[in-house]
């Protein structure tokens, strides 16, 4: 029901948008988020946004990606700027319907996407 797109590779300082399409149900009152994970590591949180609220990112984002959403297309984005080799991983779409708080754990989103690779040479 989440479909991610948008990776590839791409040098350093470059840029690149992800897109995640959502099928099957309306996903415009659903938290949408952005995870991310990289070979050896645990998947980890990039970026947030709740229906009709702010964005929220992880530190190590800020000012270098920014999420946004279009309700009409029933698509999320992530607009990735300044990307570094250690933006290297495999990123993943993810949405609820509820909105708890813990916007940054992954355990708190029921719909997942499949994932895509974002690659970035030095």
């Known amino acids: 029901q989440l479909q991610a797109s948008g990776g590839g590779l791409v040098q350093a300082g470059g840029s690149l948008r992800l897109s995640c399409a959502a099928s099957?149900?309306?996903?415009?009152?659903?938290?949408m988020a952005w995870f991310r994970q990289a070979p050896g590591k645990e998947r980890e949180f990039v970026a947030a946004m709740r229906a009709g609220a702010g964005a929220y990112y992880a530190d190590s984002m800020k000012g270098r990606f920014t999420i946004s959403r279009d309700n009409a297309k029933n698509t999320v984005y992530l607009q990735m700027n300044s990307l570094k080799p250690e933006d290297t991983a495999v990123y993943y779409c993810?949405?609820?319907?509820?909105?708890?708080?813990?916007?940054?754990?992954?355990?708190?989103?029921?719909?997942w996407g499949q994932g895509t690779q974002v690659t970035v040479s030095s």
């Open positions: 099957g149900r309306i996903f415009s009152n659903y938290v």
């Open positions: 993810a949405a609820d319907p509820n909105y708890n708080g813990y916007y940054y754990s992954q355990i708190e989103y029921t719909y």
